[in-house]
């Protein structure tokens, strides 16, 4: 059995079997019999059809013809099963690796986001809270307000008729007109 390939060249078609087998360095079958070509033999019009046994004597008698061993053959076999699988391997890792640094860049962009959807709503909660605030201090300034409404009002009250000054939150309409009282 021959070792694990090395590739010594990246392959630019992962769909291109070819390239894989040359990347893998995969030498010249003898005679140009690769179990490839041998694939293509079986396949024929003229072996397609035939039983089993007769298909593997064919072969062999071709093979004999050609000066090739039926071992030289199924090493060409063996060396492209182990391109193949060494290749899958290393498409395996480099998914895997991707597959981990995608998700530590998701990670991080989740982070991200977090942290922007975390200071967008501390903006919200310390507006709501300044709104608060300031109802707050404006309720409390209105609720002083009427009580000087109410100490002005008094003292306008025994000098007019219809008392001018209002003793409530401010409303739309204009306030009366000051009248001599009767």
Known sequence: MSAEPKFSAPVSNANSFDEIYQAAEIPPAP????IMKIADMLQSEHIRTMPGDVKRSTVLVALDAAGVDIKDVIQD????????DG??????????ELETRKTQENAQIQAEIDKVVADQRA???ANNEEV??????????RLKKQQEEKKISDAVAPFVTENPITTG????SPAPKPGPKS
């Open 87 to 96: 290749y899958e391997r290393v498409q395996e890792r480099a998914v895997a």
């Open 123 to 125: 903006k919200i909660q």
């Open 31 to 34: 005679q140009g019999y690769s």
């Open 132 to 141: 608060t605030r300031e109802k707050e201090r404006f309720f409390g300034w």
């Open 169 to 172: 939150a401010s409303s739309a």
């Open 77 to 84: 076999a063996v060396r492209r099963d182990k391109a193949l």
